[in-house]
């Protein structure tokens, strides 16, 4: 149903944002809380009492009886526990009550979220704790209270905590850089994130038909359909009717939450769309992302649809990804990966790009886990992905001028002396929109970076923390050899030309889909990482932990907790993917097949009493029964191979990678080949054609 309300009007009514606190908060205590967040301080008891009171009657007044502390545990998506504000008088009535230390505080039993060997079960207790530079929400009769989640003994246990550590670095380092550069108004520099959400629509009836679809996400059968995404029909296509009123639907709950909805279009294969939104900071963006995620997924069950977060649901056709576009502005909002006009602030943005450059070359295998995961392994090196060696796309113009800054020689283009930053105006860098080079992981695009290799389940936490903290290194390092500099300018140029020329080998705008580019990687020493069985056991190599620890970004053993945690996970979907392959295979492919098979067999029996040839039943009855024998000893084989998986995390990781994937690999092979053999009403599940052109 869409609401009467226009618009604006809409927008965030289901969030008590910063207009709705000034407007029903006294001024005291509504300027106690922006001080909080100004300086990052607590929030003292009497302020959080008041908040938490006009909260409520906010709250209830949009119908919520309970309230949630709405967190990010380290699985990747997002709990909560809902209390209802209820509160006995005595006399068999009720009243609504909502304190300031239920408001800043909880504590949800939370045993059954992973931990990564932080938290015993015994001494199982978390505590969340409110972040007041998220607003609450209300969203099905509850008030949202957006929290961080930690540990009795005080370990971050989510993704948020360390988010916001992230983003306090790299303000921190930033701004003494533009310190440096005389700007001594800016007090924040914000990480800003826009994340572009792939997802896949298919109707729920022929979702509930199989096993694959319901217990991985994706499809772990299917023969290919006789077309593909071949005709490029899909893309930027009309939409159709049940999903355009979908995505109307989602549009409005995402606005009534404040959720910066822009962009929607049909992407490359048939069912598959894409969401944009307006970037807005790094925690806000998260936390958007993660709620638009859990309201797709609502919201498509209304109309009788599932939305597929999975990154590859179906082989054959493009899989889906989370472009995550990254920058860093001034609290006046100033871009400081703009180039410039002047002079000053064309060195500003050579700092900040060069800073970018080292810290991506220096961490690139860090950046490569935060995207590790199994079910992205099936779109990195894939034909619409990224490949999974991570390189940066600048654009023609900008590695050119880059190249002449390492050479020391002459930019060509306008007429010019030599180079000399912070001296020399630069030429004005156009925004690249000829050559938007779709096979590179992290592109540069005018005035921030898109990060393409994120999958489009996880959580955008992950990789931003890398990002923030990477740049954060880079720029404190920068910061710290210019304050001391006695000739700025020289001391600047230097800088930059020596940190471009140290790592201009990350720097590739070719084509990264190509073996050329394997090769060229290998020779310029760059990581190739094809499986996060691979990648995952690099994320604690010593120089990451040293990165996290030095910005107090992680501690250490917060930091490992992160790496068992990816681990784990890895394992248990390869394990729970091969279990539903087999199940699969043994109680619905293989009885299909020999039923089919029987019935020809009959026929031939029958056939052959009457003397009529029956070439054809006997040639499918030779082939069906050369892949159910193959089909029957490939599920013996996998099951088989199942009950040898090591116990060490990082073994049984390879072990899943180098011995169980190529097993289900050769199961799909044999039952694929026999969904094409076997007549169509035997076959026990939709297959690709009935799911992708329904
Ligand atoms: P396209 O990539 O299709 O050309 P845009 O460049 O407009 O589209 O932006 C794509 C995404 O990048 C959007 O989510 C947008 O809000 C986000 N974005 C734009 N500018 C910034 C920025 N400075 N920082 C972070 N994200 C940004
Ligand atoms: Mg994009």
């Known amino acids: 149903m869409m609401s009467e309300l226009k618009l604006p009007e809409l927008f965030g009514c289901d969030v008590f944002n910063e207009a709705t606190m000034r407007q029903r908060l006294p001024e005291k205590v509504y300027l106690g809380w922006k001080n909080c967040i100004a300086t990052g301080t607590q929030l003292p008891l009497d302020v959080a009492n008041e908040i938490a009171e006009a909260m409520k009657n906010w709250a209830t007044e949009k119908g919520a009886t309970h309230y949630t502390h ?10 909560e526990k809902h209390d209802s504000f209820i509160s006995p008088t005595g006399d068999g009535r009720v009243i609504m009550e909502f304190s300031g230390k239920e408001l800043v505080r909880g504590e949800p039993d939370a045993s059954s979220f992973p931990s990564g060997g932080l938290r015993a079960t015994f001494e199982a207790r978390g505590y969340t704790a409110w972040d007041p530079t998220a607003c609450a929400f209300v969203r099905d009769k509850s008030l949202y209270i957006p ?11 989510d993704k948020k905590t360390p988010l916001l550590r992230s983003m306090d670095e790299v303000s921190r380092e930033a701004i003494r850089i533009l310190r440096l550069f005389g700007d001594s108004d800016t007090k924040r520099v914000i990480a800003s994130v826009g994340a572009e959400q792939e997802y896949f629509l298919l109707p729920k009836d022929l979702y509930a038909q199989r096993e694959d679809l319901r217990l991985t996400g994706r499809t772990l059968f299917g023969a290919q359909p006789p077309k593909g995404q071949e005709l490029d029909d899909h893309y930027f296509g009309t939409i159709r009717t049940r999903v355009s009123e979908f995505m109307r639907d989602l549009d409005e709950q995402l606005w009534r939450l404040g959720i910066l909805s822009k962009t929607k279009h049909n992407e490359g294969a048939p069912c598959q769309h894409e969401l944009a939104p307006i970037y807005t900071d790094a925690n806000t963006a998260c936390d958007g992302n993660q709620l638009t995620m859990a309201i797709m997924k609502k919201c498509a069950a209304k109309h009788n649809l599932v939305c597929l977060l999975h990154e590859k649901p179906f082989a054959g056709v493009n899989g889906s990804g989370k472009h995550n576009n990254w920058s860093l502005a001034t609290d006046s909002g100033k871009n400081l990966f703009s180039p410039g006009k002047t002079p000053s602030q064309n060195a500003r943005f050579l700092v900040f790009l060069a800073a970018f450059i080292a810290g991506v070359d220096e961490y690139q295998d860090f950046l490569r886990c935060t995207v590790a995961t199994a079910s992205n392994d099936h779109r990195l090196g894939a034909n619409e992905a990224p490949p999974a060696i991570i390189s940066i796309f600048l654009g023609d113009e900008l590695t050119a001028i880059i190249q002449s800054i390492i050479d020391g020689t002459n930019y060509q283009e306008p007429e010019k002396g030599m180079l000399r930053i912070g001296v020399d105006v630069l030429p004005a860098i156009p925004k690249d929109t000829t050559d938007r080079n779709r096979t590179s992981p992290l592109a540069f695009t005018g005035n921030k970076f898109e990060f ?20 954060a290194e880079e720029l404190g390092k920068f910061a710290d050899e210019l304050e001391k500099a006695e000739d700025f300018d020289a ?51 010593q120089k990451n932990i040293d990165l996290v620890t030095r910005h107090g970004v992680f501690t250490e053993a917060e930091f490992r907790a992160r790496h068992v945690i990816h681990l784990e996970s890895y394992n248990k979907v390869v394990n729970i993917e091969a279990r539903t392959m087999v199940d699969m295979a043994q109680h619905q492919i293989l009885p299909a097949a020999l039923k089919y098979c029987h019935e020809l067999c009959d026929t031939v029996n029958a056939k052959r009493s009457l003397d009529i040839p029956c070439k054809a039943e006997s040639g499918m009855i030779a082939d069906l029964t050369t892949h159910t024998e193959g089909l029957y000893e490939a599920i013996n084989h996998l099951k088989k191979a199942l009950t040898f998986v090591p116990k060490d995390r990082e073994s049984a990781a390879r072990y899943y990678h180098g011995t169980i994937i190529p097993l289900m690999d050769s199961l799909r092979t044999d039952a694929d080949i026999l969904e094409v053999l076997t007549a169509k009403e035997y076959w026990p599940y939709p297959t690709y054609s009935d799911i992708l052109y329904y």
């Open 70 to 79: 709405w967190f990010q545990p380290m699985t990747g998506i997002t709990a």
């Open 147 to 157: 929290t961080c989640f930690f540990s009795y003994t005080g370990e971050s246990l």
């Open 452 to 471: 393409r290799m994120l999958g489009s389940s996880q959580s955008i936490a992950g990789p931003n923390i890398a990002l923030n903290t990477i740049m």
């Open 491 to 541: 001391t600047l140029q230097k800088l930059v030309s020596k940190t471009l020329r140290e790592h201009s080998r990350i720097i590739f705008g070719g084509n990264g889909y190509g073996d050329e580019w394997k090769e060229e990687a290998a020779r310029r020493g760059l990581s190739n990482y094809p499986s996060a069985a691979q990648a995952l056991p690099t994320y604690i190599d």
